[in-house]
């Protein structure tokens, strides 16, 4: 039997991306794609090159159908779905923030609005699949991380969990325009995107900082940390240059072994760059000790729509099933 699947937010960037997946994929039925303004289109109607999957509103879901929904909605949108899908007994993946910080009044501070369902916090897993892969087939709400915290955790986990992270990491991410979503915005226009890089929300202002620093805290890491992000004048794509103290011994070789069985995550030879990532599930990670500055440069490559969202999402469900993590992602 397939697992029944549902795809809330179909019509944005991430939305898409799986539709695409989940329809491809052997064990699972695209049971439903909803959106909120073009329900009744087809979705390449709406996105062209985009599967002619029909799009219905979010209301006409019969969550009693489905077994797993993904969340592909703004944050605050997404926690109220998800309450109804819990409720329904659907297992629910949300690609928003709405469940990747463990407390409500940080929430509240970082996002500026009362969480929803914050019952619920407690009961989610953080969806990073290379490091809670064997939680996450335990829970029946999974926080998909945020595209940034993506890219940098998985460049510092082996320093992380080996306690080999110390003091200050700076962060200067760049990222395609993509990470902001579809919905419009001046800052997004072409015009504005086009022969510029943008940095944004410098220092500790971006959202993304308190997920990275619960998740530093939570492999017992002590690090502060510098997140400068940037918008580049691409579509998709990330990469995060990692400054941090220079540890002693092989990094190439601690890298190599802690990510051996992965399949999605490529530690490289030469450095690692937007293209060694773009359309697929991949983290590329190149390692580069600069002994006279006394500090280790870890680049981390992603593509943000797939690893930082859409894919990792699949990764998460396939987890949850028991099936080989990259089925439908290869
Ligand atoms: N883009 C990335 O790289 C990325 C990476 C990781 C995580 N995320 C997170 O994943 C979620 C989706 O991101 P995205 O970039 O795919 O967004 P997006 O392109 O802006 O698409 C959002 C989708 O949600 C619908 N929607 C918007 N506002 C809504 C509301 N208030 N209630 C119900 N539906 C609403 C939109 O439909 P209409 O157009 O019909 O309103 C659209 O289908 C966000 O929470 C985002 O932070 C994004």
Same mark, same amino acid.
């Given at each position: 039997?397939?697992?029944?699947?549902?795809?809330?937010?179909?019509? $944005?960037?991430?939305?898409?991306?799986?539709?695409?997946?989940?329809?491809?994929? @052997?064990?699972?039925?695209?049971? !439903?794609?909803?959106?909120?303004?073009?329900?009744?289109?087809? +979705?390449?109607?709406?996105?062209?090159? @985009?599967?002619?999957?029909?799009?219905?509103?979010?209301?006409?879901?019969?969550?009693?159908?489905?077994? *797993?929904?993904?969340?592909?909605?703004?944050? $605050?949108?997404? @926690?109220?779905?998800?309450?109804?899908?819990?409720?329904?007994?659907?297992? =629910?993946?949300?690609? /928003?923030?709405?469940?990747?910080?463990?407390?409500?009044?940080?929430?509240?501070? =970082?996002?500026?609005?009362?969480?929803?369902?914050?019952? &619920?916090?407690?009961?989610?897993?953080?969806?990073?699949?290379?490091?809670?892969?064997?939680?996450?087939?335990?829970?029946?709400?999974?926080?998909?991380?945020?595209?940034?915290? *993506?890219?940098?955790?998985?460049?510092?986990?082996? %320093?992380?969990?080996?306690?080999?992270?110390?003091?200050?990491?700076?962060?200067?991410?760049?990222?395609?325009?993509? $990470?902001? $979503?579809? /919905?419009?915005?001046?800052?997004?226009?072409?015009?504005?995107?086009?022969?510029?890089?943008?940095?944004?929300?410098?220092?500790?202002?971006? &959202?993304?900082?308190?997920?990275?620093?619960?998740?530093?805290?939570?492999?017992?890491?002590? /690090?502060?940390?510098?997140? =400068?992000?940037?918008?580049?004048?691409?579509?998709?794509?990330?990469?995060?240059?990692?400054?941090?103290?220079?540890?002693?011994?092989?990094?190439? !070789?601690?890298?190599?072994?802690?990510?051996?069985?992965?399949?999605?995550?490529?530690?490289?030879?030469?450095?690692? *760059?937007?293209?060694? *990532?773009?359309?697929?599930?991949?983290?590329?990670?190149? %390692?580069?000790?600069?002994?006279?500055?006394?500090?280790?440069?870890?680049? /981390?490559?992603?593509?943000?729509?797939?690893?930082?969202? !859409?894919?990792? @999402?699949?990764?998460?469900?396939? +987890?949850?099933?028991?099936?080989?993590?990259?089925?439908?992602?290869?």
């Amino acid at each position: 039997m397939k697992e029944r699947v549902a795809i809330l937010g179909a019509t $944005g960037y991430s939305g898409r991306e799986l539709v695409e997946r989940v329809l491809s994929h @052997a064990h699972l039925e695209l049971k !439903a794609a909803a959106c909120r303004n073009d329900a009744g289109k087809r +979705l390449d109607q709406v996105m062209p090159g @985009a599967p002619p999957q029909p799009l219905i509103e979010l209301n006409q879901i019969e969550l009693d159908r489905v077994d *797993t929904v993904f969340l592909c909605l703004p944050h $605050g949108a997404s @926690a109220q779905w998800a309450e109804r899908a819990l409720q329904a007994n659907c297992r =629910v993946i949300d690609l /928003s923030a709405d469940f990747r910080l463990n407390d409500s009044a940080l929430y509240r501070q =970082v996002y500026g609005l009362e969480h929803p369902c914050p019952q &619920r916090l407690a009961e989610a897993v953080y969806g990073l699949s290379e490091l809670h892969r064997n939680e996450i087939p335990r829970h029946r709400l999974i926080a998909n991380p945020g595209c940034y915290p *993506t890219s940098i955790l998985l460049g510092l986990a082996p %320093l992380l969990r080996a306690g080999l992270l110390q003091g200050l990491v700076i962060a200067d991410s760049k990222s395609g325009v993509s $990470g902001a $979503g579809r /919905s419009a915005a001046v800052a997004n226009l072409f015009g504005e995107v086009s022969d510029n890089v943008r940095p944004y929300q410098v220092g500790d202002k971006h &959202r993304h900082r308190s997920e990275m620093l619960q998740q530093i805290q939570a492999y017992g890491g002590k /690090s502060e940390l510098l997140f =400068v992000p940037q918008v580049v004048p691409c579509f998709r794509g990330m990469l995060s240059n990692l400054y941090v103290k220079l540890p002693d011994g092989d990094m190439a !070789a601690l890298y190599r072994d802690f990510y051996a069985k992965d399949p999605f995550v490529q530690v490289l030879e030469e450095c690692a *760059t937007m293209a060694h *990532t773009r359309g697929s599930n991949r983290c590329a990670i190149s %390692l580069h000790p600069l002994p006279d500055q006394g500090k280790l440069l870890i680049i /981390s490559s992603i593509d943000n729509l797939v690893k930082g969202a !859409a894919g990792q @999402a699949l990764q998460n469900l396939n +987890l949850a099933l028991g099936l080989p993590e990259s089925e439908g992602l290869l």
